[in-house]
């Protein structure tokens, strides 16, 4: 297949029960700084969250490796990225395709579900797991902070679940956790399989996960260069908030890319 005129493409995961979004400005950003990003909608999104009930975390990685597979051959470098699950299955495709031909991030790695704001019951998940009908009906919601510690873009969010809107389910079921915990189980396995330069960001106060799971894959990661960034003052959505310009920069100087084009659009066209 013929190369991409500009050999730089990116493939871009979003997270459970999300879109492009969770990944904000990353997509445009990273085209400003001539890399072609692609995307997939993974099975069981885009649609309602019930449709999570028929999915399995096989679907997830076949969705990513065909995707990969897909465009790897179009460039002379391909880069990996994915945002909370995405970042697990970005994980888990770098080291089942043994991953070489660009480098690899994760932001905000779920490897334990251990943030200050789980619900109450994530210990006693795995029971729940055995009984299939309640499984398959206790609601997991998105509930505030929604993972954003910025008021204004938190209110948007807000806002936009109020209106329907389908940038994000508004809830996922809990038997659809049980097939992240398996992924999480297969990302813990032969970590040092993967051989491409990582960069893990991840919030301290993420309320989702902790930084636990940022040093641990550090640690796991033998095969490696590994560096851990550390935000302070964001939650868990860390592409959307306060931190995000930093999460650019950094992902940008790990593509070896000019990190001014992270700069936020207003500052642009102040500068004009």
């Known amino acids: 297949m ?19 979004f969770d990944l904000g400005s990353l997509h445009k950003i990273l085209n400003r700084a001539g890399v072609q990003t692609h995307a997939l909608t993974l099975p069981g999104h885009g649609g309602d969250p019930t449709d999570l009930l028929n999915v399995s975390a096989e679907d997830w990685i076949d969705a990513v490796q065909a995707k990969y597979r897909e465009i790897v051959d179009q460039y002379e470098t391909v880069h990996i990225m994915g945002m909370c699950m ?34 109450w019951y994530r210990h006693f998940r795995h029971l729940l797991y055995a009984i299939p009908y309640i499984a398959q009906r206790i609601r997991v919601e998105e509930e505030e902070p929604y993972g954003i510690k910025n008021e204004l873009v938190r ?15 508004q809830w996922v079921p809990l038997a659809v956790v049980r097939q992240v915990d398996r992924l999480r189980n297969w990302v813990r396995q032969s970590l040092e399989h993967i051989g491409c330069a990582t960069l893990i960001v991840h919030a301290r106060e993420d309320e ?9 894959l550090q640690k796991q990661m033998t095969g490696t260069t590994v560096n851990v960034v550390v935000l302070e003052n964001s939650y868990h959505m860390i592409c959307v908030d306060n931190d995000r310009e930093q999460v650019a920069v950094c992902v940008l100087e790990h593509f070896m890319l000019d990190p001014a084009h992270a700069r936020r659009a207003d500052r642009q066209r102040s500068a004009s």
Request: charge should be positive; avoid cysteine.
């Open 2 to 20: 013929e190369k991409a005129s500009n050999s730089v493409g990116a493939l871009l995961i979003h997270g459970l029960g999300g879109t492009q």
């Open 86 to 119: 995405g970042s697990l299955l970005a994980a888990e495709l770098a080291k089942r395709e043994r991953h070489a031909k660009g480098r690899l991030v994760l932001l905000a790695p779920p490897v334990y579900l251990d943030g200050w704001s789980t619900p």
């Open 155 to 169: 209110r948007i969010v807000k806002s936009r679940f109020a209106k329907g809107d389908s940038f994000h389910y």
């Open 208 to 216: 989702l996960t902790s930084i636990k799971s940022a040093y641990y």
